[in-house]
């Protein structure tokens, strides 16, 4: 697996178009790859994520993929052509050397979403049962998260068996919508930045590998890690 990162000039138009539409984006970093390139398997799949700096002065586009990307036709749309620069690292040291105990500082862009069984609106609305829906509130949001940890070989430090409640900020919570196929897709997601301990390694390995979640196509899913300062 492999772990690139890319700066976005957001003062061009065409990165502004990429970054409003997770259809477009994704569509691009696909043909970051050639066609007989692996794009998913049991080894790991191709995930990205874009990340935005507080003061909105940066953003930067994330892929972890199991085979090494060529980002030429991004920078040429929505980079810096001049200073055609992107940074990829073999991730497997990484992961291959993640162990039970170890505790990380995260983050993660996600689609905290739930499956419709019984319509619990204020207003009776049966066409929702079913359907999938998006956590729209923070404290879901981080249900969910916390739900989904426990299948994926970590605990947020801070929760379960600590008192002092999760250390995890949700923030750039977000309701998107763009054109997908001749529809409308609507997406809930948001970020998840915290620190959390690994509780069964092959688990957290293969979440590093395959990502967390829904709508992995459309730039959620990716979890990263970072020592703990």
């Known amino acids: 697996m492999y772990i690139s990162r890319m700066p976005l000039n957001t003062a061009r138009y ?29 080894g790991g799949r191709i995930l990205w994520r874009l990340d935005f700096s507080r003061d909105g002065d940066s953003t930067w586009l994330y892929v972890v993929s199991p085979e090494r990307p060529d980002f030429t036709h991004i920078v040429e749309q929505a980079g810096w052509p001049t200073h055609a620069e992107w940074e990829v690292k073999d991730y497997e040291p990484l992961i291959t050397h993640i162990a039970k105990g170890q505790e ?80 409308k897709v609507t997406l809930v997601t948001a970020q998840f930045d915290g620190q959390l301990r690994v509780t069964d390694a092959q688990a957290f390995q293969r979440c590093l590998r395959q990502g967390i979640g829904r709508a992995k196509s459309f730039g959620c899913g990716l979890l990263t890690v970072a020592p703990i300062r």
């Open 14 to 42: 065409a990165a502004k178009q990429l970054i409003a539409s997770p259809y477009r984006l994704h569509a691009a970093v696909e043909k970051s790859f050639p066609p007989g390139a692996v794009r998913s398997g049991d």
């Open 104 to 183: 990380w500082a995260f983050r993660l862009r996600a689609n905290p979403a739930r499956q419709v069984y019984v319509d619990k609106g204020r207003r009776s609305n049966h066409a929702v049962v079913g359907k999938v829906m998006g956590h729209v509130t923070a404290d879901y949001q981080l249900s969910w998260l916390e739900k989904h940890s426990e299948r994926n070989g970590f605990v947020l430090l801070g929760s379960s068996d600590e008192s002092h409640g999760p250390s995890c900020l949700v923030s750039q919570r977000r309701k998107e919508q763009f054109d997908h196929g001749g529809s």
